[in-house]
């Protein structure tokens, strides 16, 4: 392991779980944690890209009556106290729901850096890929390292910035091994001119894996590790903020108290 | 009609990309098994021999003469193998799974119906079935998970969400993001990205050919169908479509009456233009496009979204929907039971009640053919406790004395 790599972590979080202020407390201590960037979830009926205990997470938010304003809301409080990179997650169902281009100004209003949609995608896309592009917060394709080159080659025409490379075939939430297949596929986007940044992620939970991952990619994404650290703590502010850095292999100062 | 995978706005393949290249692979083989006589051959002696079709069609003349309106035919898909038209698209789907290799077949349930005719095709055509079913439907529909198991069809119980349809929907599309390589997802009705409700329709539309070519000279003045999903609707209603008659008519779930949660009406209610599961179509969703809870007597019609094609044609006029309520539903049951001997699956009993109505309003001399999608045996602890709650409870009550005597 290379001690002296960078760590860049972009860890997910979801808006409202497990409450608002809890919701917000966790943001707080990933940032202190010394997160990259944040990637906010907002709370949907039926996230079927994601796993069983981030859908969980976003039952419990949706039935304590969060609602897609509470994340604008969530995001001001955010960004009166911190200038890091946010990346937006929705489905295509609230990200529509109140118009398009309607939800992307309001993200585009708290600074964010870039807009992940899973059920979106390049080609069947709503006009996400260009409107996004256009008002400055481009969308982050979600990609699988078994895709042909024709189709690479159409993900990486659109206007992006950067793109989410899932690592593992399935849903979030079960450890993956970086294995030969996902690194010459990683690779293979590294030798492209004018990449776009690569963030990586889907089952990352070991300070070991982080760092393999980070020799081939900008940042890597934690999830669910994050969401089951979440449901067990008393203090997930806290929890969270001691995983990252454990994530990241940093020692971290205690806090005081 | 049918461009990318559209109808009009409403259709699409809206899925993450990991799902992206499976459904292409299954445009494409379907595309080609359309065209391959051996497919079709196979398909048709399935048809003929496993499944029991021809279905007839019943002229009702004891509802009709009892209506004092319009004549009635009944077309009989219930009696169908497995009790209901879910078998015709999984038995047609299930071929196709085994033309492209695949030794697996997943699928999501609602009533149960589906399951049921899944786990049925696949052991016929000896391929592995996993059938997903949400904890308070296999609650509500438990005889059908007892015959799934009797098939040989795993079914596994889906935890999250509402537990109910929606739910196995989501979980049969997450274990397919990580199978498909081996296995084919089953899905039973004209919904979903594309091909499949494409797919759906060609392999349900054996209902309406047939009904034509059994009418013979009777040109029908309207047609009758209930829609869940829509797919027996679609089915039937096939040879139809083009042209302005006769008036096609899709009844939905009004369960217990307007009002959040009360009912399954998507047309008829308040659908609202959408994405889940990964098409475009109407859905009752809340402002921030979060998926409501629906209620239907009926566990079949009891789903938020309908198919793209169907909300189509309903915004371009050519099917026209109404609502039905639970109890409009049990007085067709009633009716059709006491007048032709026929018990119509709740679902169907929505059609039936449709039925009733619009033959009164068109009067003698015109014709309506409604389709008895399923029989209503497996309703029975539904239909009963609806119809002869105390005396049913009794029976209940001494059975699983004599059960645990035994
Ligand atoms: C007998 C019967 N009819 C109708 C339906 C509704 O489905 P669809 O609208 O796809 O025909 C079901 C679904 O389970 C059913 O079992």
């Known amino acids: 392991m290379n001690s002296d790599v960078k760590a860049s972590l972009i860890t997910h979080m979801i808006a409202g779980y497990p409450d608002f202020e809890k919701s917000l407390e966790v943001a707080r201590g990933l940032i202190a944690g010394g997160a990259y960037a944040l990637e906010i979830q907002i709370p949907f009926s039926d996230p079927n890209a994601d796993g069983p205990l981030i859908e969980n997470a976003c039952r419990v938010a949706l039935s304590r009556g969060f609602k897609v304003a509470d994340t604008w809301r969530l995001l001001e409080v955010i960004r009166a106290e911190s200038s890091i990179p946010i990346f937006l997650m929705s489905y295509a169902s609230t990200a529509i729901s109140c118009g398009l281009a309607n939800f992307l100004r309001r993200a585009v ?137 454990e994530l990241q292999n940093i020692k971290l100062p205690k806090t005081p108290g | 009609m049918n461009e990318g995978g559209f109808f009009g706005e409403y259709g699409g393949r809206y899925v ?16 080609l098994a359309q065209t ?64 492209m290799g ?12 589906h399951g049921v005719a899944c786990a049925a095709a696949c052991a016929r055509l000896k391929i592995d079935c996993v059938v997903y079913m949400g904890e308070e439907d296999i609650r509500r529909q438990r005889p059908n998970v007892y015959w799934m198991k009797l098939y040989g069809a795993e079914v596994k119980s889906v935890s999250s969400g509402t537990r109910t349809l929606k739910d196995s929907v989501n979980a049969a599309l997450r274990d397919w993001a990580s199978s498909w390589e081996n296995t084919h997802y ?25 009904t034509k070519a059994q009418l013979g000279d009777v040109t029908p003045d309207a047609l009758v169908a209930c829609v869940g999903g829509g797919s027996n609707a679609i089915g039937f209603f096939e ?20 009002g959040i949660g009360n009912n399954a009406s998507r047309i008829s209610g308040d659908g609202r233009i959408s994405i889940v599961h990964g098409y475009k179509s109407r859905f009752l969703v809340d402002l921030d496009g979060q998926v409501l809870p629906t209620h239907s007597i009926s566990a079949g019609l009891d789903y938020p979204g309908i198919g793209p094609q169907l909300a189509y044609l309903a915004e371009s006029g050519r099917i026209r929907f109404v609502s039905v309520r639970d109890d ?3 007085e067709a049951l009633k009716f059709f039971a006491i007048e032709e001997g026929l018990i119509f699956a709740m679902e169907s009993a ?21 389709n008895m999608s399923g029989r209503g045996d497996k309703d029975i602890f539904i239909s009963a406790a609806a119809l002869d709650g105390p005396a049913w409870k009794t029976f209940l009550r001494e059975q699983s004395i004599t059960e645990e005597d035994s």
Request: aromatic share 6%.
């Open chain 2, 36 to 99: 391959d006589e051996a497919f079709f051959s196979e398909l048709e002696n399935l048809r003929r021999n496993f499944i029991g079709r021809p279905t007839p069609l019943l002229p009702a003349l004891n509802a009709s003469s009892s209506i004092g309106g319009a004549d009635i035919y009944i077309k009989l898909e219930g009696l169908a193998n497995t009790g209901a038209h879910k078998i015709n698209n999984a038995i047609g789907q299930a071929l196709l799974a085994k033309r």
């Open chain 1, 109 to 245: 209003e708290f600074a964010t850096t870039g807009i992940i949609i899973p059920n979106l995608v390049p080609g069947a896309d709503e006009g996400l890929f260009r409107t996004a592009a256009e008002l400055g917060c481009p969308a982050v394709p979600v990609l699988v390292p078994w895709i042909s080159d024709q189709r690479l080659d159409e993900i990486l025409s659109m206007p992006i910035d950067w793109i989410y490379v899932a690592l593992r075939s399935g849903i979030t939430g079960a450890y993956t091994q970086i294995e030969a297949p996902q690194r010459s596929f990683l690779a293979k986007i590294r030798t492209r001119q004018r990449r776009p940044r690569i963030m990586a992620g889907f089952g990352i939970q070991k300070t070991a894996q982080v760092a393999n991952l980070l020799e081939f990619v900008e940042a890597a994404v934690v999830g669910s590790a994050i969401v089951k650290t979440i449901s067990g703590a008393r203090h997930p502010g806290e929890a969270v903020r001691k995983l990252v850095g």
């Open chain 2, 350 to 370: 929505h059609a039936g009640a449709a039925a009733i109505t619009l033959a009164r309003s068109l009067g003698p001399g015109k014709t309506v053919v409604v």
């Open chain 2, 186 to 210: 089953l899905l039973g009705s004209a919904l979903g990205p594309s091909p499949f409700p494409d797919m759906v329709r060609s392999f349900q539309s054996v209902i309406g050919r047939e």
């Open chain 2, 16 to 31: 993450a990309e990991v799902l992206r290249g499976p459904l292409e692979n299954l445009e494409n083989e379907f595309r």
């Open chain 2, 239 to 258: 040879p139809y479509l083009e042209g302005v008659r006769p008036i096609l008519l899709g009844a939905e779930a009004g369960g217990r009456g307007a």
């Open chain 2, 328 to 330: 409009e539903a049990l």
């Open chain 2, 102 to 113: 695949k030794t697996r077949v997943i699928a999501e349930s609602g009533a149960g119906q």
